[in-house]
């Protein structure tokens, strides 16, 4: 038996890190393999001594399902099936449900053939996880998901639930935790703060000239990678080149004539944007595709005397620039410096508005009035304003300005946020986190079984 098939659909990095992990798991008792659509990631593993599958090699080209053969694992679109993985890597539709009907046979094709116990992912939306996760439900089979936790220490949350549902997740009553969980949950409060305390980073202007070198330099580079005669460059590849170009022409715009400072006389609402490529919006909220349509929306329901402060995520620069330079000039929205500390932002703000995010989380150990689009995993609690259409933004906002959260409310869901975690952290690689990363996989797996 196979007791952990850890599924890396194409990161080299992430089966790297994963290797260290299937040791330590080796030396508990238990076996790993690793399942793959990337020779990249075969290689590496294989050069670590463990069996990895690529799923392509696994295809039969002639055994394809039909569109109508996936309803019996309730899929009803597979257009929408596949775009986290269109969004990100920005691939052809016909190819990707062709991918899709493809994989669907092969999975279960390996599960006949293999004796395979559990399956293990990082969080994503890439179409093997996706396969994957509806053939192990479908079958019964044991099967879950990795993603740090947003809390003090290092921990990670493991569910079963590929749209992010904490099943380890048990809310209680705050009357009903003892003085010692109550003693313990005002440490993690304070712990969380403690480690955040940040200031506003002022920005000092370059000149464009000079900054408008380094840029070019990188440009060029990457213009080069794209057009050489490199038969190993992948589509993927030519994408990931085609996006660093993109990134370097737009960081410089944004850097030079859209991102501004918070400005400490302004009362403002906080709006932390996702990577535009992020599962959490691909996959579990696709009606919010578009975050600068979003953000326009918010706008024009924003209170007169308050100002929309919006901060991309640090590092993307993949929005369009045109868009929101145009909606800034409602005048009631600041693009913040991504350098900006979002903790900051946050204790400052008078609410924030988040979409899936764990920022929105965050918010809620500063007590702060949360409007949550989507759904996040802190929603439907009765801690959070959720708003179910943007047709509810309007008093959604209005309520947050005079609304008081239940601050035992709050209290009593971290404790249970926490509860619901598990010991080790991804990709920190210390024999302690691999060793912890180890035990955690296997006390999840022996949950699973009961």
Not at 298 to 314: A, C, F, G, Q, R
Request: hydrophobic share 35%; charged share 30%; aromatic share 12%.
């Amino acid at each position: 038996m196979i007791n952990f098939v850890i599924v890396v659909p194409t990161g080299p990095q992430e089966a790297k890190y994963y290797t260290h992990i299937a040791e330590y798991i080796g030396k508990s008792g238990y076996n790993t393999a690793f399942l793959t659509e990337s020779e990249k990631v075969k290689s590496v593993v294989e050069g670590t001594g463990y069996k990895c599958w690529n799923i392509h090699e696994v295809i039969n080209e002639y055994d394809i399902r039909s569109k109508n053969d996936l309803k019996e694992y309730g899929i009803d679109d597979l257009e929408a099936y596949i775009l986290p993985e269109k969004m990100y890597w920005e691939g052809n539709t016909e190819k990707l449900v062709r991918k899709a009907l493809l994989f669907f046979p092969a999975i279960e094709k390996l599960l006949e053939e293999n004796d395979i116990e559990c399956f293990v992912h990082n969080v994503g939306g890439e179409i093997l996880r996706r396969v994957v996760n509806d053939v192990a439900k479908k079958s019964g089979m044991h099967n879950f998901f990795v993603a740090s936790a947003t809390v003090p220490g290092l921990r990670s949350v493991l569910f079963t639930d590929i749209m992010f549902k904490w099943d380890d997740m048990k809310l209680q009553k705050y009357d009903s935790l003892s003085k010692t969980e109550k003693e313990y949950t005002e440490k993690i409060l304070s712990q969380f703060k403690e480690k955040k305390e940040v200031y506003f980073m002022k920005h000092e202007k370059k000149n464009l000239i000079k900054s408008i070198h380094k840029p070019i330099k990188h440009i060029k580079t990457e213009i080069e990678k794209i057009t050489s005669d490199d038969p190993s460059l992948s589509d993927e590849g030519i994408t990931t080149y085609k996006r660093k170009i993109i990134k370097l022409v737009r960081g410089f715009l944004f850097k030079n004539f859209l991102f501004t400072d918070p400005d400490d006389r302004e009362k403002f609402i906080f709006f932390p944007l996702h990577v535009t490529n992020d599962s959490q919006i691909t996959m579990r909220a696709p009606q919010f595709l578009s975050q600068e349509n979003l953000i326009e929306e918010i706008s024009k329901n924003m209170p007169e005397d308050y100002m929309l402060y919006v901060k991309p995520h640090p590092g993307c620069y993949l929005y369009s620039f045109k868009k929101l330079r145009n909606i800034i000039k409602n005048g009631n929205v600041r693009v913040i410096r991504s350098n900006v500390n979002a903790h900051d932002l946050i204790r400052k703000s008078k609410s924030v508005i988040t979409i899936n995010s764990s920022v929105g989380f965050e918010a809620l150990f500063y007590f702060k009035p949360v409007i949550a689009l989507g759904k996040p995993f802190y929603g439907g609690s009765g801690i959070t304003i959720d708003v179910k259409s943007t047709s509810d933004l309007k008093s959604s906002i209005e309520k947050s300005l005079s609304y008081e959260p239940d601050k035992n409310k709050i209290k009593a869901f971290i404790h249970a946020a926490y509860k619901a975690t598990w010991p080790g952290r991804m990709y920190i690689d210390t024999e302690e986190n691999y060793s912890k990363v180890t035990i955690s996989f296997i006390d999840k797996l022996k949950k699973l079984k009961r």
